[in-house]
Structure formats: C-alpha cells, structure tokens
C-alpha cells in the first residue's frame, strides 16, 4: 500500500514562492509518477503538474506553466512543486497524487493515490 503525505502549505502575499513537497512510502514501483492537482471550493481539480519518476520527464497545466517546477528525489521518495510568481489565484487546496502507470496523465480519476491536501493561500 502506497501512502502520500503532503508538507509546505502556508500563506503569501502576491510574487512570493512557496515549496510543497510530497512523501511517499510502501513499495514505490518501477512504473510511479505522480502529479499535483489543486481544488478550489465548489469546483474541480485542476491539473497542475506531472512527473515520471524514472525519466523525470515533467508535464504542467497552462495556468502555472513557466512559475511552477515538478521534481523528485528518488532516493527519498519525495516529490516537491516549487511555486514562484504566486498569483491569489494560486489560492487552492493543493493533493499529490500517484499511480502505477508512467503515462501521463492529467484526469483526477487515473490516480489511484491520493494525499490529505495542503493549503496554498495568496493574498493580494
């Protein structure tokens, strides 16, 4: 069993950066990747960013593309999303999530692996 514990949610004013990091312990497969979503109250989870955890090939959704960065330390099981250029927009309940297929993927209902969640606030 494969369990994600997330770490890194605060608050910030509009421009600062903030690192959400996300651990993953069990038996980690050869096949892992995982991704980042975010979920504002009463709507969807957005696609944030992916990560293949053998090639660390990245993938990211168009609102964060070019202030976020996915990355992995294989050696510890952890995934980390740096955030820069935060926007209040930003502001969402942000999940790490992994599955057993090295694919990208970018639909809520391909991950099998699910964090608590994290809370990202940015203040105008």
């Known amino acids: 069993q494969i369990q994600l514990v997330e770490s890194g949610g605060g608050s910030v004013q509009t421009g600062g950066s903030l690192r959400l990091s996300c651990a993953a312990s069990?038996?980690?497969?050869?096949?892992?990747?995982t991704a980042w979503f975010r979920q504002v109250s009463g709507k969807e989870r957005e696609f944030v960013a992916w990560?293949?955890?053998?090639?660390?090939?990245?993938s990211y959704g168009d609102s964060v593309k070019g202030r976020f960065t996915i990355s992995r330390d294989n050696a510890k099981n952890t995934v980390s999303l740096q955030m820069n250029s935060l926007r209040p927009e930003d502001t969402a309940v942000y999940y790490c999530?992994?599955?057993?297929?090295?694919?990208?993927?970018?639909?809520?209902?391909?991950?099998?692996?699910w964090g608590q969640g994290t809370q990202v606030t940015v203040s105008s």
């Open positions: 990560i293949n955890w053998s090639t660390g090939t990245t």
């Open positions: 069990g038996r980690i497969p050869s096949n892992f990747a």
């Open positions: 999530a992994a599955r057993q297929d090295n694919r990208l993927a970018m639909t809520t209902a391909l991950y099998m692996y």
